[in-house]
């Protein structure tokens, strides 16, 4: 078991090797001389000099990598061409944290939504509900990210009474139809016929309750976990943002959940189950869950870089000062490489160590996996 | 719709039966009148009630385009059988369309799209509101460029970049996959130590890597999004490679004395080709979405050029009044990546022998 997890190790080393060194090496790939492109008309001999000594230019490459490499592993990104002063280290610890923030939120939403919703279409399978549900998928799947979150600052931030009102109408049609049922339970007797009955009411009490209390969004800005406004304004900005990152992910999610779940259904353990008279959700949550998450779980690192990614653009329509907002506009719009290479490392080699990580994670989780290899 | 839910045969049309002519008719009758209402709604939806609330028309429109699908879907089973797929065809027509449009965009009659000095003492008024019997049917934008003509001419920029950058992963990719998986050894170990690094990078980190390098032309965002596309040809050319090197056919090649560039270019690329070409069309999608995410950010291909990602940009500053200039380039990107989507899902299924016996 150790042994596999260090073989496991020992393969990312050579891909951070890579990574870093493309990074580093990014500069070469610019047409011309990248002093100029940075310094433009303005500057003058000093600014070349100073720039040249900055980036490592008057060194060869490969005693600028060792170096260069060396000032990271000491936490030390050098400083931001364009603003003298400023150590890309402390921009760095100021964005990354916004960055994560939104993709984590994003993450626990998107399985939050995506779990149960692809289990019971699996366990649906052919009906109304999973039929509606992969068509729904098929369809967000096509939604670039940059378009679902100017729909969804449309939506709620410009004309919130279409959700507000939306709301308010499927959950009284599904307060009604659960009414509904409770009629037709009545033969199963007067437990199961006041159960449903109880569900409706509470559904449309939460629903009138959400509609009056519609939490309004702000169309930009974000207010840090840390900061005096509270944990619920930081909540509240962040949640736009969030819900478009996870918005792919839901039905990438759903998608490959529902796929693996039908897949164990046929197992012949659910059929005992059944045969027992579990009840579904039991048999959902207890029984087929972990066996068909495992894909599930492998695709989640995947969807962390898709997040990351995801979080560039979120940043831009709403303005987050994340990672990807230090990315585009302090460092390709101005030309501030080191800004660039930092960023890129940081994300590149988090993703890396992330996905080395759930390898490691997915044989504790399937048994199967662990004399394996 | 997921490929693995059979359409259900309509009553009356399961192979063999006799079709009784009065529900014939009567199935007739009712593809007439979805047709017609659909159509009613949509052109009623988007240019007769021009002075009703906006929210209303657009609810008509979606019912009647609702209206419509329903009304081809079951016109199309009568047609050719109960197996038609309406959505997968619909999508061919509108790729098609885009396609066709973007190619012959010089020749449509289109108000000025691009060349805003052109349009500043012109009479055509900006940020007018989309109309579909006027010069402007999607409506203008704040230089009073015509928005329809812009997405025309940000199809050709889209369709252009991504088509070659395709081209270009799928040459560069499918050789190193095929020589990878057929060699092996350590030329697969560092090929393999390659594609990892590429796809360590989070795909639009990698974008914006070489973004911040690149002039943004054309040719260039190309070359970008198809490094953004080799691993993956690398990957599914070796795999397929390595499952057909194993097979009878090869050996019986090899037995016979076969050279190793020709059992490659007679045996294994024929076989390994037609997988890796059924992907093509999802990833022509996913690089149109990253081209647009890319230009949308700023980094993709500039103005006066429209792209559909910069024409949104552009867009987002006013769309709280003017929500056509985002939603109208952003519904035709919506379809054509869906149509996309779907078009490939069906390829995959048809030309990809792994997909096949899932």
Known sequence: MLRAIGLKLVRLVPVLIIVSLATSLLIELVPGDPILAIIGMEGDASDYERIERELGLDQNVFSRYVDWLGNIVQGDFGEQITRPGVKVADRLRQTFPVTMQIALMGMVLALLISVPVGAWAAYRAGTRFDRLSSGVAFGIISIPSFLAGLLLVFMFVFHSAIPRYGALGLGLAWSLWLLWSAGRARRDGAKQALIRVAAAVVVAGLTVWLTNRWPSFPRQGFVRWTSDDGRLENLRSAFLPAITVALTEIAVFMRLLRGDMQATLQEDYILSARAKGMPPVRILARDALRPSSFSLITLAGVAFGRLIGGTVIVEAIFRLPGMGDLIVNDGVNTGDFPVVQSGVLILATFYVVLNGAIDISYSYLDPRLRRAR | ?358
Not at chain 2, 136 to 150: C, F, I, K, S, Y
Not at chain 2, 209 to 236: E, Q
């Open chain 2, 1 to 358: 719709m997921p490929a693995d839910t059979v359409p259900a045969p309509d009553a009356g049309y399961v192979a063999g039966m006799v079709v009784d002519p009065l529900s014939h008719a009567h199935r007739l009758m009712r593809v007439a009148v979805g047709l017609i209402g659909g159509v009613a709604a949509i052109a009623a939806g988007l240019m007769m009630l021009t002075d009703v609330h906006a929210g209303y028309r657009v609810v008509l429109t979606v019912g009647g385009l609702v209206l419509l699908y329903f009304a081809l879907d079951s016109g199309g089973k009568i047609v050719w059988g109960p197996l038609f797929e309406t959505g997968l065809w619909l999508s061919v027509a509108w790729v098609a369309i885009v396609g066709l449009s973007a190619a012959f965009a010089d020749f449509l009659p289109f108000a000025e799209a691009r060349d805003a000095s052109a349009t500043i003492f012109g009479d055509t008024p900006t940020l007018k509101r989309p109309d579909l019997l006027s010069a402007n049917p999607l409506g203008t934008d704040r230089q009073a460029l015509d928005v329809l003509g812009g997405i025309v001419y940000g199809a050709r920029v889209s369709l252009q970049v991504s088509v070659l950058a395709v081209a270009i992963g799928i040459i560069a990719g499918g050789t190193i996959g095929v020589v990878a998986g057929f060699f092996r050894g350590k030329l697969d170990t560092g090929v393999g130590v390659i594609v990892d690094s590429l796809l360590a990078f989070p795909p639009l980190i990698l974008l914006l890597a070489l973004a911040s390098v690149m002039d943004r032309s054309p040719r260039n965002m190309a070359i970008a999004l198809a490094v953004l596309g080799i691993p993956t040809y690398i990957r599914l050319a070796r795999v397929s490679t390595m499952v057909f090197a194993e097979r009878e056919f090869v050996l019986a090649s090899r037995a016979m004395g076969a050279s190793r560039r020709r059992i490659i270019f007679r045996e294994l690329v024929p076989n390994v080709a037609l997988p890796i070409f059924s992907y093509a069309f999802i990833i022509i999608a996913v690089l149109i979405v990253a081209e647009a995410s890319l230009s949308f950010l700023g980094l993709g291909i500039q103005r006066p050029d429209p792209t559909w990602g910069n024409m949104i940009a552009a867009g987002q500053d006013d769309f709280d009044r003017h929500p056509h200039l985002v939603f109208a380039p952003g519904i035709v990107m919506f379809l054509t990546v869906f149509a996309l989507n779907r078009v490939g899902e069906k390829a995959r299924e048809l030309w990809d022998p792994r997909q096949a016996k899932l």
